[in-house]
């Protein structure tokens, strides 16, 4: 049988015959975990591939620090570069722009397909790896970039090749999820929660990529070009963190029928795509209310699969090397079988809108000088702006206001953002509003 190293890395391996040389970058909790898998798994995986996968080197940073049982130290290197190069198939799980950019474009040249969870990656600079890979006749996988375990890029980029998709709303940040619910849930204050979470190990000891929408920015570019079939870049998409929000505005929104959760929204609109992140209150009623937890959940609308939920754990080792594996072993089919998954779809080309251009709804709370007349004044400004409203709440103010306020919330009908922008501005403005409290979008209705 022919030695691994002998077989060049853009040739084929029959059934059954050399094993298929597999280089890992990265070794933290995922990485390790995808080497685990590799590991026991083995007999299966060669099963299902029709050749043994062999993972022939892990690149590390640090080759001296500790990285569990299931990875061979000797395995481990520095010099990325060269282990790419003798490599069917790379598994990228680093992270960041560089090195890994410019690893995955190594191992593209030198013939080996890729399989990344870099989502940070795929979203500031996706276009230049589709290029390379379709140039070089190449598979490029990226489940794992988007909502862990879930399988959402494959169902968009090839399930629903054949219909029209709408609109894409996600949670897919599980850590701003747990962060939420423990807000609703308990009544806790943003930072508790946060605290919690990081015990927990769901959130960084610097979280400010979760709780800014920096992580779920990045996830919403990636399922917006899928499902669109248009670039979108990550510098394409308004983001809003869940910074803001306060036990106060978990209260009202369950007071109102709602939850709050930071929600990825894309959009397919006449003038073009829209897409944006941010805080929104979401009727109980609908099934993005009801993940808990650090799960994550995907609700796709379209023309002809009407609506579709994907749902599961959207981060952790464990889930996120799954979505890894599934990659690897497609990739891997197409080396022992031949064939080629799914290339860039960019053919629509719509054009991306700015934030102002989306159509929704928000929720205002206000408090106002309690005397007759202010509401007529708040709904005049309205209606100048042309922005209905839906419903009206009113109530005593919160403790610590002064006397003779009173509370307003106010929910509006679906307008454009532009003009609901404009009218909170103005209506801050009236001499009978004290403050403009809060201001959220409300999705899913």
Request: charged residues 20%; hydrophobic residues 45%.
């Amino acid at each position: 049988m022919t030695a691994p190293q002998e077989t060049p890395a853009h040739e084929p391996t029959s059934p059954g015959r050399a094993p298929l040389r597999v280089a890992l970058l990265g070794c933290g909790v995922v990485g390790s975990e995808v080497a685990r898998l590799l590991t026991v798994q083995a007999a299966d995986l060669a099963a299902r591939v029709g050749a043994p996968l062999e993972l022939v080197g892990v690149a590390v940073r640090d080759v001296a620090a500790d990285r569990g049982p299931f990875v061979d130290r000797s395995l481990l290197t520095a010099d990325a570069e060269g282990l790419v190069a003798r490599a069917d198939v790379v598994i990228e799980v680093m992270g960041g722009i560089e090195p890994a950019r410019s690893l995955l474009l190594r191992a593209i040249a030198h013939g080996a397909a890729v399989v990344t969870a870099n989502k940070a990656l795929l979203a500031q600079d996706g276009p230049t790896l589709y290029a390379a890979a379709d140039s070089a006749g190449v598979d490029l996988y990226f489940e794992a970039a988007v909502a862990g375990a879930i399988p959402i890029v494959r169902p968009i980029r090839e399930s629903l090749a054949g219909d029209r998709v709408q609109r894409v709303l996600g949670i897919v940040n599980g850590t701003t999820n747990f962060v939420l619910d423990r807000m609703t849930s308990e009544g806790m204050d943003l930072d508790q929660a946060v605290k919690e979470a990081q015990s927990l190990g769901y959130a960084e000891a610097d979280p400010s990529a979760d709780v800014d929408g920096d992580d779920a920015a990045a996830k919403a570019a990636i399922l917006a070009s899928l499902a669109f079939h248009t670039r979108v870049a990550l510098s394409d998409v308004y983001r809003e963190g869940i910074g803001a929000v306060t036990a106060t505005d978990v209260e009202w929104a369950a007071r109102s029928g709602y939850t709050i959760k930071l929600l990825a929204v894309a959009e397919r609109t006449d003038a073009g795509v829209q897409v944006r992140v941010h805080p929104s209150l979401v009727p109980l009623d609908h099934p993005l209310a009801g993940v808990r937890g650090a799960f994550n959940a995907v609700f796709v609308e379209a023309d002809a699969a009407g609506e579709l939920m994907f749902y599961g754990r959207g981060a952790g080792g464990t889930p996120t090397a799954s979505a890894v594996l599934g990659d690897v072993v497609s990739a891997a089919r197409h080396r022992v079988l031949g064939g080629r998954g799914p290339v860039e779809s960019s053919y629509a080309k719509l054009p991306v809108l700015p934030a102002s251009a989306a159509r929704t709804r928000y929720q205002l709370r206000l408090d106002v000088v309690d005397r007759p007349g202010v509401l007529a004044q708040v709904a005049t400004v309205l209606s100048t702006h042309e922005v209905s409203i839906e419903a009206v709440q009113q109530s005593p103010a919160v403790p610590g206001t002064p006397d003779g306020t009173a509370h307003l919330v106010i929910t509006t009908h679906r307008s454009v953002e532009s003009a609901l922008a404009a009218t909170v501005v103005a209506v801050s403005k009236l001499d009978a509003v004290r403050r403009v409290v809060s201001v959220l979008r409300v999705e899913g209705a």
